[in-house]
């Protein structure tokens, strides 16, 4: 387990060396984003206190099970943390797998079954302390991103992932497959990266691979090769 101080509000939790999540510093506590695969909900609280400060909530970027896995021990530890998700993700949280009229229809898979409920779901543009929700559906039809408009730290989930270089969700690269694998849909994929980008964040943090700082030259290569690639897909 690796525990890197981002910033002086976040610190990130990387397992297995590609799969984060993260704490993020508030006023009463800590928000923290995602949960990572089961078993990690150890280091998670132990992080929390030597950092000393309690964890008050849990804010999910969508429902993958590298991302919820360790929900249910969270919260089931420590009944007083809230639990807020994207109002359409929440769907998938709670095993309903049906596409809406309009979605991409592919079949939906990566989703474990979990008990934990929502205590807030959140829309586009909400605050929850610092953070402001930005929905960003493609790797999933619910995903959220964070934005901290302390300092500008946009933590992206797997809107975008960095473990060779920065990728969109949806872009196709041998030496990274997955980025494309578990995408659901290339094309919104592509859609939410371009939003993400017009955010001009101070720095991007990912759900897997590290943190860039002035992260927007960056974002633009990535956007422009997932809407490369989302159109030879519609060719």
């Known amino acids: 387990m690796q525990f890197v101080q981002e910033t002086k509000y976040l610190t990130r939790i990387t397992r297995f060396r590609t799969i984060n999540c993260f704490l993020v510093r508030e006023e009463d506590g800590f928000s923290l984003v995602d949960t990572g695969l089961s078993g990690t909900a150890p280091a998670i609280v132990a992080a929390a206190a030597r950092l000393g400060a309690p964890i008050r909530r849990v804010l999910l970027t ?130 939410s990266a371009r939003k993400l980008r017009s955010l001009n964040p101070a720095r991007l943090a990912v759900g897997h691979g590290k943190t860039i700082v002035s992260p927007v030259s960056e974002m633009n290569s990535a956007v422009e090769m997932a809407f490369r690639q989302a159109r030879k897909m519609l060719d």
């Open 62 to 191: 969508h429902a993958h099970i590298d991302h919820v896995g360790s929900l249910d021990t969270l919260l089931d530890s420590n009944r007083r943390i809230e639990l807020l998700v994207g109002s359409r993700e929440a769907r998938l949280l709670s095993g309903d797998f049906s596409l809406d009229s309009g979605e991409f229809q592919k079949k939906l898979f990566g989703f474990p079954a979990v008990h934990s409920r929502p205590t807030r779901l959140l829309a586009d543009r909400e605050r929850v302390g610092s953070l402001q929700s930005i929905f960003c559906p493609g790797h999933t039809p619910g995903h959220m991103a964070f934005l901290d408009r302390r300092d500008g730290t946009l933590i992206a989930g797997d809107a975008f992932t960095n473990q060779v270089r920065l990728l969109a969700a949806g872009t196709f690269k041998f030496y990274f497959p997955l980025a494309a694998l578990f995408a659901w849909d290339r094309a919104a994929s592509a859609e």
